[in-house]
């Protein structure tokens, strides 16, 4: 500042040394310190601008950074270990995930009782069905937590990316957008977890409906021998017969 207004001072020095010659001037002090003081109020009006402006072009800059959007999407790999999962869920042989059927399907297999107009070999059939059913409950849960543990590594690192991407963004936009993605990732993992949890309640469900079937058909085939037939009554003969 000192330097500036020093050169302030020399130029209107050699400005007034040709007035000079021309003419004899009286040096007034007091208005010469007047004009180097209003030089110098400028002088500071335009820094003062300058700054404004730098500023001013600063925020324009932070403002596009935090309109950056990221440019990574985890979303693909979500939905695809996902629909793994589901796959798994919907090709599962034995009682239908279906509301309606599964109600029907139930009904006739697992019953209350048995009527008399169940022939017995329908129950045979019936018991073999239940059995199917209880083995294909416990495969699919078994193949639901072989999917889980094959989406452990996608997810190690999906979450590493979205991670990296996070403590890197430029600006708001990125990092909320991040963390929106590794939100959807915690989602989808505990979608997973219910699935998983759905088919291991389901194979055991499954398994004590069919031991309670076991022994509700135990005791309709125990009433139709002693009902329908001759009961067994033990009496001893020797070798001979008699």
């Given amino acids: 500042m000192k330097k500036t207004l020093i050169a302030i001072a020399a130029a209107m020095l050699v400005m007034a040394a040709p007035a000079a010659q021309a003419q004899r001037i009286v040096f007034d002090p007091s208005n010469f310190s007047q004009n180097i003081l209003t030089a110098a109020r400028t002088l500071e009006q335009i820094n003062n601008q300058i700054r404004q402006l730098q500023n001013e072009a600063q925020m324009l800059i932070n403002d596009a950074k935090n309109l950056t959007g990221l440019d990574y999407s985890a979303l693909a790999e979500l939905r695809a270990a996902l629909s793994a999962t589901n796959q798994l869920i919907q090709r599962a042989l034995g009682l239908s995930f279906n509301v309606s059927q ?12 048995y009527s008399a107009s169940i022939a017995g ?3 045979a059939l019936d018991a073999r069905t ?6 294909e409950a416990l495969r699919t849960a078994t193949q639901v937590q072989s999917q889980a543990v094959q989406n452990f590594a996608s997810d ?4 590493a990316n979205l991670v990296n991407r996070s403590q890197s963004a430029v600006g708001a936009l990125q990092a909320m957008q991040a963390t929106n993605q590794l939100l959807a990732l ?3 993992q505990a979608m997973q977890a219910q699935q998983l949890q759905i088919t291991q309640d389901r ?11 076991v022994q509700e058909r135990a005791r309709e085939v125990r009433r139709r021998f002693q009902g329908e ?9 020797n070798f001979y017969g008699h």
């Fill in 186 to 188: 915690q989602s989808r």
């Fill in 229 to 237: 037939g001759t009961a067994y009554t033990p009496h001893s003969v």
């Fill in 203 to 213: 194979a055991v469900a499954l398994e004590q409906a069919r031991q309670v079937a």
């Fill in 102 to 113: 599964m109600e029907a399907e139930f009904t006739r297999l697992y019953p209350d009782a």
């Fill in 156 to 159: 190690e690192q999906t979450l």
């Fill in 121 to 123: 070999s329908q129950m």
């Fill in 130 to 135: 239940r059995w199917r059913n209880s083995l």
